[in-house]
């Protein structure tokens, strides 16, 4: 892996070369081992939190990766081109447009125990600004390349706190063109479905049932990128326990070795589809 800035990452883009990179501020990963029409995004990967700011927030490291979103990478990670977070969203939150990606309150509870300075939140839109910059560039070089892209933008989600029955995976579409690629969605519901899981979770898929596919990575691409599909999948955190951070592997494991098969699966829609 190299360490990059962003110039030189877009410079690599623009040129079509393949590498693995993380940038040098450490802000992010981006991997692109071959150029193909599609890639994964792990938005709410990271948990790395900046300690010039432990003292000012008033959330644990617990809390903060409870609403974060731990092994999404890995579940993506052998997609040919894959971009994530190393940060983690209480610092900036890179599913948030820039004027509301760095909280002043985070589910309930005032996230610092006093404001940030100018010059505290400046350094997080920096880093925040820099991972769009690569995103543009990434979807221009592909959809040039291809036409047509597809993106599968990986999230997890808290599925104790709610107080009903909620599906295993949602998918959120409120905000993709469903009259293009309103099929395609569904098809990738009913996909998400048929996912095996251990330890006898049964697989069960919803699209809009808990998000609806709000994020700026998706409103962002989809407004600047008319030929591309931004799939939301969100997948809730059996794969984890969500009240003392223990991670399952198993789970994970299952979920990365099928989307090994089911991502390029519908890619394949995907292109017949759109063509």
Excluded at 109 to 114: E, V
Excluded at 127 to 154: C, P, S
Aim: hydrophobic share 35%; with cysteine.
């Amino acid at each position: 892996m190299l360490r990059l800035s962003i110039d030189e990452i877009v410079q690599r883009i623009e040129k079509g070369d393949c590498f693995h990179a993380v940038a040098q501020d450490y802000s992010f990963t981006l991997k692109i081992e071959s150029y193909a029409p599609y890639f994964c995004g792990a938005v709410h990967n990271g948990h790395h939190f900046r300690s010039s700011l432990w003292e000012k927030c008033t959330h644990s490291e617990y809390e903060r990766w409870y609403e974060e979103d731990p092994c999404t990478l890995q579940m993506v990670q052998h997609a040919p081109i894959t971009i994530a977070g190393c940060d983690s969203r209480f610092e900036y939150d890179l599913n948030r447009a820039p004027e509301t990606a760095i909280y002043e309150d985070a589910w309930g509870k005032t996230l610092w125990h006093q404001p940030l300075s100018f010059d505290e939140k400046e350094e997080s839109l920096r880093k925040h600004k820099a991972f769009y910059q690569v995103v543009h560039a990434l979807v221009t070089k592909l959809e040039r390349k291809f036409g047509h892209v597809l993106v599968i933008d990986m999230h997890s989600y808290n599925w104790k706190r709610w107080t009903r029955e909620v599906p295993v995976w949602n998918l959120g579409t409120a905000n993709i063109d469903n009259d293009r690629f309103g099929t395609l969605a569904s098809q990738w519901s009913a996909m998400l479905a048929d996912i095996k899981l251990p330890n006898d979770i049964k697989s069960t898929s919803g699209i809009n049932d808990t998000f609806q596919g709000n994020g700026y990575f998706l409103k962002y691409i989809s407004a600047n990128f008319k030929n591309t599909l931004v799939l939301a999948t969100e997948i809730s955190k059996v794969y984890c326990n969500e009240l003392d951070g223990q991670i399952y592997p198993e789970v994970v494991h299952a979920v990365e070795t099928q989307f090994k098969q089911l991502i390029p699966q519908m890619v394949e829609v995907f292109e017949a589809e759109v063509k």
